[in-house]
Structure formats: C-alpha cells, structure tokens
C-alpha cells in the first residue's frame, strides 16, 4: 500500500514503453498486452477504494519526497474524497477505451504506447500536490492527445488537432505565470500548504482569472468551448470517450483543487460571473446539440451542456451544490463515455454518422437501440438513472444562492430531452431504411465496453450515497477554506 498510487499512476508510461519493444507486425500480441497493462491500474485501484477511509477530509495514500531541493519541489501525491472518484473513472474508462480501440488498424504500437502516456497524465493530474508537479502531468497529457487525434484522426484531424494543442497550450501558459509568481511569494508548491498564505485580494483576483482561462479552456466554458466540438468529430472513438469523460473534468477539478481552496476571497467575488457561464453552458451548448445532425457533434454539445452544471454546482459554494458538481463529473464521465462509444458503433458499420440517414434502427439493432435509448435517458436526467441526481443536487445548490439564474438552468433539462428524444425517434423509430435490412446487431466486444458503464449508471441512480459519502466530507471541508 506505501507505492499504491505511484504504481497506478506510472505502470502505464513502463507499458508504453514494452509495447515499443514488440514487432510492429504482431498486432495481436500488441493489443492484448495493451489491454493487460490498462487492466492493472484498474486492478489496482480496487483497495485503493475499499481501504479509503470517507470518514475523514485528510489525504490518503501518500507518498512525499523531495524531488528539486534547491527549489522546494517535491514528488508529492496521494488522493481525497474530491479526488478518488476521478482516479477510479480514469482507470475504469482507460482500460475499456483500450478495448474499444482494437478497430484501429494503422501504427497500433505507436497508438497504444501514446494513449498509455496519456493515462499516466491524467492519473498524475488528479493525484498530484505540488503545483509543479500537477503542472507536469497536465502538460504531459497535451503531445499525446495531439498525436492521437492528429495521426488517427478523421478528415480534418490536423486541423482538430492543432486547434485542441493551441488552445490548452494558451491555458496552461497562464497557469504556469500564476505557479511561477505563487512561488516567488511563498517559496512553496505545496498545495496542502499554499492555501495557508493570505494573498492580497487584488491578487488574488489576478490569479483567479489567470487559473481561470487556464481551467475554462479544458472544462470547455463559453466562449473558449470552440475546440471541443472539433477535436470530439475528428478524434477516434475510444479518444473522444476520453475527452469527454476524463480530460474535461481536469478542469473543474482544477477550480477545486487549486482554485477555490488557495484564491477563497477570489472564489467569492466571482461566484455569481462563475454561475452566468454556468448557465449559459447549459443553455447554449443544449441549443447546439438540438442544430446538429451529426450524431458525434451532437454529444460533443451536449458535453458542453452538461459541465455547465459543474459551473453552477462550484458557484453556489454550499454543501449540495458541491456534490452535485463532483457528482456530474463522475456521472457525467461515464454517461457520455457510453454515448461516445454508441456513437462508434453505428458508425464502424455504415461509415456515417448522419442522424437523418438512419431511421427504423429498432428493429435491426433492438439490443444497441435499447442501450442507446438508456445512455440519452440518463444523459437527460431521467429519475432513477445516475444523472438525475446529480443535476437535481446542483439545482437545490443554485437555487439556495442564485434563484433566477437557477430556474433559467432548469431550462436546460427541458432542452436536453428535446434533442434526445428527436434523435431517438429520427434514429431508431419510423419506417426502416432499406439500405441497414443487413446491418449487424452490436457484437460481445462492444457490449463489453459498454455493460460496466451502464451498471454504474443504473447503481449510482438507485444509491447515489455510494458516491456522494466518498466525497462529501472533503467537500465541506473545501467549503470551510472558501467561507
């Protein structure tokens, strides 16, 4: 247990670099020892969470040693309740994606060795407590998503790719001013210790809307959300399930971790500005969703729709709307990780993904129709499925503090079930299309993807306290620091 998250965090990067050390023409071999070395982060992140102690808002896990003495840095992780959910979302979402990538068919060692980076980064992003180490993992998870998009890309993948590298470069070039000029004050990259100096509010302004540009751009929040859309229709399937699921809450995780706890009176100075963008994510990333007619754009909009919630959650800085937010997240991750994968299914099979071209698909494909039907109806906050409660949680959190802006929120379920139910119907009900009378009913490898990730929906909407007790005492006392 001394190494646990050291072991979740790097056993990827040492398969990445196995993998290297196989025949390039072997590709059985690659994909299976893929699979294996996805599998143990997972594996272990098992006693990571049944010996997580959620009675307490201290750090578990850690490991701290001095890594740059003459500079203060240290190697220094270990995880809270804010942070294990997304530990165990990425590992979860990893090893399946890694299952979902065997349609890949070019340069699969050199694929599978980036997306294992990749998991490196996002594992050390949400484990890490030093500034300068957090900073490291996030950038470390940029030339891997570039490559990966901009090689096994679609039409326009350098384009996409480009667009997505540009954008969260710009980002993290303000957070790495905010780290530099924090340091330079405190002598310390600890965030344990960081939110113990009290910076002037003027600063603390400056700094929050530094760290904000840099956390906006991956969450994505109106108007830096353009890349998104791009980078989702261009990117391979099991990479958009990673996108969506994972990389977008480093964001929001980002406010949380760094933001919220060490700039407080910022926090609460922007908390209503916070709450507006909140809204209008909400709002116009649902309005989007409902113009689209690419089935791939439109999930990409609903993303934006939905992290929206995050916004809120976080603003209303009371105990339900922050666990409404963490919540999302994690529901948010697996609800749209399923429909990024639904997504690739169909489209593996007709090499489309027009919504207008389909039609009639439930009698050809009752079983992916089922599922894809389940995934939207979680997705738009149907009760008794995962992302009810967590949608409900940010709303009786909003409307505690923002009463208006609330009710303007609540719009956007109405908007969400609209432009679900218009793809279900366009997709799946009417007269078949001639052109699908063949088309093949989901295969065991793509229900293999998908089933854990529709149980968790389907358990988390039934028993939410499952989650919500693993987080809630972290929370308030995130809250604490803030007020």
Known sequence: MEHLLTFIIFIPTIGALFLLLIPEKKEKIIKITATAISFIPLLLSLPLLLRFDSSTSAFQFVEKYNWIPMFNIKYYVAVDG????????????????VIASFGIN?????????????ETGMLGTFCALDFFLFYIFWE????PMYFLIGIWGGPRKEYAAIKFFL??????????????????????FDLTELPKFKFSFFFQCIAF??????????VPVFPFHTWLPDAHVEAPTAISVILAGILLKMGIYGFMRISFPILPHAAIYFAFPFAVLGVINII???????????????????????????????ASLNQAGMNGALLQMFNHGTITGMLFLIVGVVYDRVH????????????????????TSLAMFASLGLPGLSGFISEVLVLFGGFAKFRVLTVLASTGIVLTAGYFLWTIERMFLGKPNPKYNQIEEINAR????????????????????AILKLMDISLLNLISMVK
């Open 82 to 97: 804010i942070s294990i959910t997304m530990v165990i979302l990425t590992t979860l979402l990893s090893f399946l994606s």
């Open 352 to 371: 489309h993904r027009d919504i207008n071209g389909f039609g009639g698909l439930a009698t050809q494909m009752p079983i992916y129709s089922g599922i």
């Open 106 to 118: 070019k340069s699969l060692k050199g694929y599978f060795s980036l997306f294992l980076l990749l």
């Open 209 to 218: 809307i530094f760290l904000y540009i840099a956390f906006a751009i991956k």
């Open 446 to 465: 793509e229900l293999f993807t998908l089933i854990p990730l529709l149980i968790i929906v389907i358990f988390v909407g039934i028993y939410p306290t």
């Open 167 to 188: 954008y969260t470069l710009l980002g993290s070039v303000f957070m790495l001013i905010v780290m530099i000029v924090m340091y330079l004050k405190t002598g310390s």
């Open 284 to 314: 116009y990333g649902a309005l989007c969703s409902m113009g689209q007619t690419d089935f791939k754009r439109l999930v990409a909009y609903s993303s934006v729709s939905h992290m929206g919630y995050c916004l809120l959650g976080m």
């Open 140 to 143: 470390l998870m940029l030339l």
